[in-house]
């Protein structure tokens, strides 16, 4: 086994109650509500006589000018941030015109610390620097070892910008931490630039440190700040890494991409071309490190919608067609294959799957188990009708690797749409929203033999629900995701929520709430890595600039952090995720403009890979968590059958770590609890391999 070395650390004060603290930096504060919250943030640190403040929705900083120089720091102490993975804090920042003379200067931003030697200082902010007679505007960075700057002056990034945002990044790998501006801040995305990075070798850190946070301002030269020069930072964020814009590598010009699969070396992503009218059928075969191989494999067939499953030997792919032509919305459509070989030639001629008639509004609608892929569809049932909520049902038909079909069989005893699927090994299960009142979630097992179980309600809450919704399998349970219009019909708030399922059917646990933000968000898709699933949806608060963001859910139904950014840019983003070859790869189609029946316009395709979080992981946000009853305890989760030593000791100066427990993820998770933690002022617990 590979071996792993996490830190958890928990400080119990003298009254014997932890803190929050934990093994990475996690949370955010929007400043909305103008008051500090003193779980998230400690006592300032006053350097002079300066305040910070919350008001008018931000944390605003004054200095009196009375003594030089002068700051304001206010500690993160809701976590700490981890040596062994990686995270990043971030927050947007004012720092207007102001009059300053030679020598003044002003600046706010964020700062970390060695947690064993806060002398030990990286920081990073936007500053308005009079040194000669001129203000320049700049972002600036510094960085001590011992109490010493080893760069006199920091480094500093010319600017035009009054707000914007710096980020600090940590970089577990090389030990790196990174200085990051976006100067228009939140307008239009984020999308950050490096302006500098330092080593911490000379930090003497161990895998048992932990790194210490904190925003504030500070001032040179007696320069008066008052209140309403409005110096200020807004909209902190502290957690783990999104991708990064350079990251993004391209798949397919004017092209739509929802769906691939993995063959052990390649991926094979599903392309709706729109560089022909109509749209043309095509693949894309992508390495693994997220570069083209070949060029677009062309199938000779018009439609939209691809999927695209693998069955050990060849790829199929398939899409919703328009019988070159032929077909449309008075018709129905069809739902046509083709297989591809590992090397991206195409086996064989396209061929039907099914008759017309049906609509194709899923994004997941086909996967491949027990030796069959099962690809399942909207059937209408007077085809002239169109998309009536009376007039359809989720269908489903089996295909067999060497292209014969099975019978096509009706899978939603009542009206039914946009399905996904499935297979936890024994069984494929379908779930689709119930199409008569649109409000219900439901799913049904299906047997590679095409047997069908049960029918059962996933959710049946008053608010309408619509497509997409989307399923994975974690080994043990089944994890449903979808949309619900929670301010009612016609509102336009949508919010995404999520459920576990058992093999068996039953319902595991409450409801979840996987993202309530202003204005809809619709999630795409879901997908597991053997620890946690990604969910990922599309904020459509802005009705020209669709963003993507995603967020981790471990096992038991709890969220593991912050949402992450997957895509900000400029236009209407949308697309899915999966989980293959050790990582996400999260598709992005750019430019995007719906139509009637599906996407009228793209600019382009891309995709990202994103790295899991670390695993194992305590989760800190459950009911699990803290003191209880004569103990003090935890859940940890990660991949199942992995064995995890728990370990603690009183003093990180001089740290003996005593072993507690060794535990085993059965399932996925583990509940830890320590009975003795009253005997000590002061405990730290770190997780190990064994």
Same mark, same amino acid.
Not at 9 to 36: E, M, V
Not at 628 to 636: D, E, I, P
């Given at each position: ?264 070396? /390649? ?71 083709? =297989? ?6 195409? #086996? ?19 996967? =491949? ?39 096509? =069989? ?95 059917? #039953? ?54 952090? /912050? ?128």
């Amino acid at each position: 086994m590979k071996n792993i070395t996490s830190i958890f650390c928990i400080a119990l004060t003298a009254i014997l109650t932890p803190t929050t603290g934990y093994g990475n930096f996690s949370g955010s504060d929007d400043f909305n509500d103008n008051s500090k919250d003193l779980a998230k943030w400690g006592t300032d640190i006053a350097g002079g006589l300066g305040t910070l403040t919350e008001t008018s929705q931000g944390l605003q900083y004054t200095a009196s000018g009375s003594s030089d120089p002068e700051s304001f720091l206010r500690p993160w102490i809701a976590n700490h941030g981890s040596f062994t993975s990686d995270w990043t804090l971030q927050i947007d920042v004012n720092v207007p015109t102001l009059t300053l003379t030679t020598g003044q200067r002003c600046e706010f931003g964020l700062q970390v610390s060695n947690g064993d030697h806060s002398t030990d200082l990286f920081g990073a902010g936007l500053r308005l620097n009079d040194a000669s007679g001129t203000p320049i505007r700049e972002f600036h960075s510094g960085f001590k070892v011992n109490g010493a700057d080893q760069v006199i002056g920091g480094v500093n990034s010319p600017t035009t910008s009054t707000s914007a945002s710096v980020r600090i990044r940590y970089d577990a790998a090389t030990t790196t931490l990174f200085a990051e501006f976006d100067a228009n801040g939140a307008v239009g995305g984020y999308n950050f630039t490096t302006f500098d990075s330092r080593n911490i070798a000379g930090w003497n850190m161990t895998a048992i440190s932990v790194f210490d946070a904190g925003a504030g301002g500070m001032s040179k030269g007696n320069v008066v700040i008052s209140s309403t020069d409005n110096v200020r930072g807004d909209n902190f964020l502290a957690g783990p890494v999104g991708p990064e814009p350079s990251s993004y590598f391209p798949i397919a010009t004017k092209g739509a991409v929802m769906s691939y699969a993995f063959d052990g070396s /390649n991926y094979l992503v599903g392309v709706e071309n729109h560089l022909t009218f109509p749209t043309t059928i095509g693949a894309q075969m992508i390495a693994s490190n997220g570069t083209k191989v070949g060029s677009l494999i062309t199938t000779g067939r018009s439609g939209i919608s691809t999927a695209v499953a693998f069955d050990g030997t060849n790829y199929l792919m398939i899409w919703q067609d328009d019988g070159l032509g032929t077909l449309n919305g008075n018709t129905g459509w069809e739902i046509y294959g083709q =297989f591809i070989s590992k090397p991206g030639v195409v #086996a064989g001629p396209p061929f039907a799957i099914t008759t017309n008639g049906i609509w194709f509004d899923g994004i997941k609608t086909m996967t =491949f188990g027990g030796g069959k892929y099962l690809v399942t569809y909207t059937r209408l049932i007077v085809p002239a009708y169109g998309e009536a909520s009376n007039n359809r049902y989720i269908a489903g038909r089996m295909v067999n690797p060497d292209g014969t079909l099975g019978s096509e =069989f009706r899978i939603s005893t009542g009206f039914g749409k946009a399905s996904d699927v499935a297979f936890d090994g024994t069984n494929f299960f379908v779930v689709w929203c119930e199409d008569f009142a649109d409000t219900e979630i439901r799913g049904r097992f299906v047997s590679p033999a095409g047997v069908l179980g049960a029918e059962l309600s996933v959710n049946a809450s008053a608010a309408p629900s619509d497509n997409p919704k989307s399923v994975t399998f974690d080994g043990t349970n089944y994890l449903v995701v979808w949309n619900d219009e929670v301010g009612g019909k016609d509102t336009g708030t949508w919010d995404s929520f999520g459920q576990l399922v058992s093999t068996s059917g #039953a319902l595991v646990g409450e409801k979840i709430t996987l993202t309530s933000e202003a204005g809809p968000q619709m999630v795409t898709s879901v997908a597991f890595d053997g620890a946690n699933y990604l969910a990922v949806w599309v904020d459509m608060q802005n009705g020209t600039n669709w963003d993507m963001y995603g967020q981790y859910i471990s096992r038991n139904g709890s969220l593991v952090g /912050n949402k992450i950014t997957i895509s900000t840019d400029t236009g209407n983003q949308m697309g899915g995720v999966g989980f293959a070859n050790g990582k996400y790869l999260v598709l992005v189609n750019n430019g995007v403009i719906l139509g009637q029946g599906g996407l009228s316009h793209v600019d382009s395709a891309t995709g990202v890979f994103v790295t899991p979080p670390t695993n194992p992981q305590v989760q800190t946000s459950d009911a699990s968590f803290g003191v209880r009853t004569n103990r003090f305890g935890f859940t940890l989760t990660g991949t199942s059958g992995l064995v995890i030593v728990v370990e603690a000791c009183t003093d990180l100066a001089h740290p003996i770590w005593s072993p507690l427990q060794t535990n085993t993820l059965t399932g996925g998770s583990y509940y830890f609890s320590d009975p003795a933690w009253t005997n000590y002022p002061g405990r730290f617990y770190r997780l190990r391999s064994p």
